[in-house]
Every structure is written in C-alpha cells, then in structure tokens.
T-cell receptor
Framework: GDSVTQMEGPVTLSEEAFLTINCTYT??????LFWYVQYPGEGLQLLLK?????DKGSNKGFEATYRKETTSFHLEKGSVQVSDSAVYFC???????????FGTGTRLKVLA | EAGVAQSPRYKIIEKRQSVAFWCNPI?????LYWYQQILGQGPKLLIQ????????DSQLPKDRFSAERLKGVDSTLKIQPAKLEDSAVYLC????????????????FGNGTRLTVT
C-alpha cells in the first residue's frame, strides 16, 4: 500500500546550521506532496507543497523538490533558527483523492 | 479568516466512560476530517466527511467511535466506552473543494483535543 518514510528524530542542530529532513514515499500514480509543521501545543499547519514532478515548494526559508525518479521530497533550510523547533511531517496525498498519508514526523530541536 | 475551532482542549476520563469532541471548520469548507494522533506518531485518519456525507470511515473503530456532521458544518466525535489506548490528541481539519482540481487544497487543522484515559 501507499506509505511514507521519514528520517527518525530528534534532529538537534545549532542555530544557523543547515537542515535536511529526508522523506521518501511509495504511492501509485503521481501524488501531490506536502510538508506540515507542528509547533508545541498546536495543530499541524501547512509549510509547503509541490504538485508535480520537479516542482519546488518553498516557504519561510524552507524548500523541498518533488523528485519523481527517487520518489523523494526532502526538506531543507540553509540556516535554522530556534523558532524552527517543531515536529515536521511529510505527507503525500494519494492521486485523485483527498487521502493524506502522514509520516511519523521528525522532531527538530534548534539550540541557541 | 477564523481557523478551525475545537473544544475542549483537554479532557481526562476514566476507562469505560464516554466523551465527545466538537469541531467547527473554516466557513465554507466542504471537507472535514477527524484524525487521531498518538504520542510520537503521525496523525491517523478516523473519518472524512464531504458536506454531511461520510467519504471514508474505514479506520474508525465503529464499535466505540461515532461521528456526525450536522448540516454539513459542525462535527462531533464521540467515544463510548473509552479504553486506555484511546489516549491521544484528536485533531479536526477542514479543506475547501471548489472543483475537481482541488485535491491539492491543504488541510487546515485545529489545535486538537488532548484526551487522557485513566
């Protein structure tokens, strides 16, 4: 069945370090790909998305590129801040449906 | 625009008791979801409504969980009787559906209800 795999956390970085959170998926068809972020005590919120191959989603300094050939959607940021500390979820949406497939999440801790 | 509203924020009950959660989606959003998020895991879909009809409830434990969406707007999720393993955060989300290309519409989540069953 369709699934998504994220790198395990927690990921602990110093402020201004480079961030990569890996995400790979298996899905039939061509899913849309999303990254959601969950700050402490809050619900999930959309961080960025890409809807077709080679699309790059970006927001708040974060980027991710839809790589169809490797079925990946890795999240990157050039310089993290303490305020980026949160849990990040990769979530493909099964093609032609509204069915999101959430990963287990990757907790990021950024130290000042 | 106002976000997705959920209540209560926290609830503590004993096993075998019943509990209900309420959700008010963003105005005009036709699709409403209930997710269960167990600590350390990603959200798991319990039920999806399109207006007031159920689209997907395949992962809803129907012997103890029930949900309804009144007049295609507010929704209530109920657990009766609760078990220890129901301890989790229950998230409500909504999304708009204006046309068939809106599968890319993002989900808008509420802050969730944290349920503790003792």
């Amino acid at each position: 069945g369709d699934s998504v795999t994220q790198m395990e956390g927690p990921v602990t970085l110093s402020e201004e370090a480079f961030l990569t959170i890996n995400c790979t998926y298996t899905a039939t068809g061509y899913p849309s790909l999303f990254w959601y972020v969950q700050y402490p005590g809050e619900g999930l919120q959309l961080l960025l998305k890409a809807t077709k191959a080679d699309d790059k989603g970006s927001n708040k300094g974060f980027e991710a590129t839809y790589r169809k050939e490797t079925t990946s959607f890795h999240l990157e940021k050039g310089s993290v801040q303490v305020s980026d500390s949160a849990v990040y979820f990769c979530a493909p949406v099964k093609s032609g449906t509204y069915k999101y497939i959430f990963g287990t999440g990757t907790r990021l801790k950024v130290l000042a | 625009e106002a976000g997705v509203a959920q209540s209560p924020r926290y609830k503590i009950i004993e096993k075998r008791q019943s509990v209900a959660f309420w959700c008010n989606p963003i105005s005009g959003h036709a699709t409403l979801y209930w997710y269960q998020q167990i600590l350390g895991q990603g959200p798991k879909l319990l039920i999806q409504f399109q207006n007031n009809g159920v689209v997907d409830d395949s992962q809803l434990p129907k012997d103890r969980f029930s949900a309804e969406r009144l007049k295609g707007v507010d929704s209530t999720l109920k657990i009766q009787p609760a078990k220890l393993e129901d301890s989790a955060v229950y998230l409500c989300a909504s999304s708009s559906k204006r046309d068939t290309s809106s599968y890319n519409s993002p989900l808008h989540f509420g802050n969730g209800t944290r349920l503790t069953v003792t």
